[in-house]
Nanobody, 118 residues
């Protein structure tokens, strides 16, 4: 059974930092591309950052220079370090795993709420 479990969300003031984690089980983690998406109320889910199984990364323009995605294949976990948070970063953040061998095979986590407010 595949599980992606996000953690690390919460409430923070503007300018603050949070680190999200997504622990995967039931998949051959090192083979998977991993991504973080977010969805704010009334908005579509959007890509925040992704990392390939080879460690290449790309980011949404809105988070470049502030967020960093990383992965630790030894513990089947992907991270999103979020610095200089802004109110517009408020959303539910979701982890997604995509099989690099079979891209039509993918899985979502349940999401974790991030709220940036003074």
């Amino acid at each position: 059974q595949v599980q992606l479990v996000e953690s690390g969300g919460g409430s923070v003031q503007p300018g603050g930092s949070l680190r999200l984690s997504c622990a995967a089980s039931g998949i051959f983690f090192s083979r998977y591309y991993m991504g973080w998406f977010r969805q704010a109320p009334g908005n579509q889910r959007e890509l925040v950052a992704r990392i390939t199984n080879g460690g290449n990364t790309n980011y949404a323009d809105s988070v470049k220079g502030r967020f960093t995605i990383s992965r630790d294949n030894a513990v089947n976990t992907v991270y999103l370090q979020m610095n200089s948070l802004k109110p517009e970063d408020t959303a539910v953040y979701y982890c997604k795993a995509v099989d690099s061998y079979v891209p039509s095979r993918y899985y979502w986590g349940q999401g974790t709420q991030v709220t940036v407010s003074s």
